[in-house]
């Protein structure tokens, strides 16, 4: 079985940019989850979808949004990009159980 | 609510040298205790799981790690570390409620492997 797959591997934006990360989760999975990774905050949690619904949400602002397609494949989007949002973003998926299988990342740079 | 502590953001051994990572934990339901490890530019693979099962746990590449509920603990050990090994190690918790799937990390490990 193929892995959690995510484009792009990178992506350099400016500030006030939007982007949009895109997650193939492993065939057969339904749960997507996305991470964001800095030096300073760690593995932070951002959100999970099941089945088109996103079903738990981490503590950032609005402008981090995601969703899922019927396809079980999730993009996450940010707005008006910040300089603090640099970070590798990765992302998870699940089968329901309690194991998550993480993808390569995208490393985002904000300049 | 949950949370990971991990002792020691560095620790470096010889090897052929046992390896330990540091693990506690703060969870108020019984929780799903993981390892993962990360190799540079790379996502987090896992090494090994705890959910509830028996307390020693074996994972890949040689590790495992033992779920101490009095101590709160789930350190990771190696008896033999190998060059390879070399890396940065993450303790995550996960709510064990039904159909939850936030992890909660510790803030990482970078294990250095000495020749």
């Known amino acids: 079985k193929a892995g959690v797959t995510q484009t792009p591997r990178y992506l350099i934006k400016t500030r006030g940019q939007q982007v949009t990360l895109s997650c193939s989760p492993i065939?057969?999975?339904?749960?997507v989850s996305w991470y964001q990774q800095t030096p300073g905050q760690g593995l932070q949690f951002l959100f999970e979808?099941?089945?088109?619904?996103?079903?738990n949400k981490g503590n950032f602002p609005g402008r981090f949004s995601g969703r899922q397609f019927s396809n079980s494949r999730s993009e996450m989007n940010v707005s008006t990009l910040e300089l603090g949002d640099s970070a590798l973003y990765l992302c998870?998926?699940?089968?329901?159980?309690?194991?998550?299988?993480f993808g390569p990342g995208t490393r985002l740079t904000v300049l | 609510a949950q949370s990971v502590t991990q002792l020691g953001s560095h620790v470096s051994v010889s090897e052929g040298a046992l390896v330990l990572l540091r693990c506690n934990y703060s969870s108020s339901v019984p929780p799903y205790l993981f390892w993962y490890v990360q190799y540079p530019n790379q996502g987090l693979q896992l090494l090994l799981k705890y959910t509830s099962a028996a307390t020693l746990v074996k994972g890949i590449n040689g590790f495992e790690a033992e779920f101490k509920k009095s101590e709160t603990s789930f350190h990771l050990t190696k008896p033999s570390a190998h060059m390879s090994d070399a890396a940065e190690y993450f303790c995550a918790v996960s709510d064990g409620r039904q159909g939850a799937q936030k992890l909660v990390f510790g803030q990482g490990t970078r294990l250095t492997i000495n020749p």
């Open positions: 979808y099941f089945s088109e619904t996103q079903r």
């Open positions: 065939s057969g999975h339904r749960s």
């Open positions: 998870a998926s699940s089968s329901g159980g309690r194991v998550q299988f």
